[in-house]
């Protein structure tokens, strides 16, 4: 696990950020020793594709009526 302080963080984040995706554990310490750790999102399984949940949406005719307010 690797630890480092705010500021070393803000001058090479973009290495932090890289190590992180790389599965390299990274903490950064504030100056009262809490702590936050970098972690990789996990990506979708399968690309979003527009227009692929045609048909299963419906809204009633009149969900923009204002009168009804």
């Not at 070393?8 to 984040?13: G, I, N, S």
């Not at 702590?35 to 227009?51: D, K, M, N, S």
């Amino acid at each position: 696990m690797e630890r480092y302080s705010l500021a070393e963080a803000r001058d090479h984040l973009r290495k932090l950020i890289d190590e992180a995706q790389h599965g390299k554990t990274v903490v950064i310490l504030d100056d009262d020793n809490r702590a936050v750790q970098l972690v990789p999102v996990a990506t979708e399984a399968r690309p979003r594709r527009a227009g692929s949940a045609r048909g299963l949406i419906r809204m009633a005719p009149d969900f923009d009526d204002t009168s009804l307010a």
